[in-house]
């Protein structure tokens, strides 16, 4: 892959978080997801948000891609503000400059690949630059593979296709949701090369969140959540350290995490 770092990179935050709160729910059974968030996303940089099991990571990414709105709180995309988007705009946005992978490839099943990959643009009413199609198609490895329907590919190969997708607008930021979640180990690591890859050679700006200290092991940094806040980070991380840290914010993790450790 090789294309210039798309413009909007040059200012070097691609997302910025300002006191960023989300609850749930009213009075004693209120629940604080996210707690004044401050975050800024570095342009061109690989982040992974991790933590545990219900310490706001989910509602975090929601929240930086425009999927939810917070209870108080900025969120900056590119130059855009969310919270001075009407539903329309913010829809507009999360289209045209924003792309998402979700652990459940969320694929149309009657599409072929090609046409999920460029779906972000048919419904923009863009045409795909067919160059700029054929380098995505060859760089996610599915050339041979584009006349399929997600039935007809493995559980890699759609995650594949789905990060295609999530990279045919050239986007501002990509948002994976455990993007590997749904994959064993092997076709887990080709989505985070995949990834990895986008940003080395793209300049594409990716925010992962994930449990898995592996994965989190791809990422230039890692954002470590509790109790809705950030509370440590990592920068060039391994996966070993993501657990040491893991194992000193939730015990319980560091039994789960330990599968891991030299894989
Ligand atoms: P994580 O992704 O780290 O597991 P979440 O962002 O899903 O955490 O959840 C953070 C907290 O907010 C948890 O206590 C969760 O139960 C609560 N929460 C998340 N979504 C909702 C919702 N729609 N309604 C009520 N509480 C929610």
Redesign the pocket.
């Known amino acids: 892959m090789s294309l210039a770092p798309p413009a909007h990179a040059v200012a070097g935050v691609a997302v910025t978080a300002r006191g960023l709160s989300?609850r749930?729910?009213a009075g004693p059974a209120a629940?604080?997801?996210?707690d004044r968030v401050d975050l800024d996303v570095a342009a061109g940089r690989f982040t992974a948000i991790m933590?545990?099991?219900?310490?706001?990571?989910?509602?975090?990414?929601?929240c930086l891609a425009g999927l939810d709105r917070p209870t108080a709180g900025t969120v900056c995309v590119g130059d855009a503000e969310l919270g001075r988007l009407d539903d329309r705009r913010l829809t507009l946005l999360r289209r045209d400059r924003v792309g998402f992978v979700f652990q459940k490839f969320n694929l149309l099943p009657a599409l072929r690949a090609a046409e999920n990959i460029t779906l972000p643009l048919d419904i923009a009413g863009r045409r795909a630059d067919p160059a700029w199609l054929r380098q995505v198609v060859a760089a996610v490895g599915l050339t041979d593979r584009v006349r399929h329907r997600p039935a007809e590919l493995s559980g890699g190969q759609q995650q594949r296709v789905a990060v295609a997708r999530a990279l045919i607008t050239k986007p501002w930021v990509v948002f994976a949701d455990e993007p590997t979640g749904n994959l064993d180990s092997r076709a887990g690591a080709e989505v985070l090369r995949l990834l990895r890859e986008a940003v080395d050679s793209l300049g594409q700006t990716v925010v992962m969140?994930t449990?898995d200290p592996v994965a989190a092991g791809y990422a230039d940094r890692v954002v470590f959540?509790a109790d809705?806040r950030p509370v440590r980070e990592l920068t060039e991380p391994t996966a070993e350290l993501v657990l040491d840290v893991l194992a000193g914010l939730d015990p319980s993790a560091a039994a789960a995490g330990a599968s891991t450790r030299g894989r």
Do not use: E, R
Not at 31 to 34: D, G, I, Y
Not at 51 to 62: D, E, Q
């Open positions: 989300k749930y729910g629940v604080v997801a996210l933590g545990p099991s219900g310490s706001g990571k989910s509602t975090l990414m929601h969140v449990h959540l809705g």
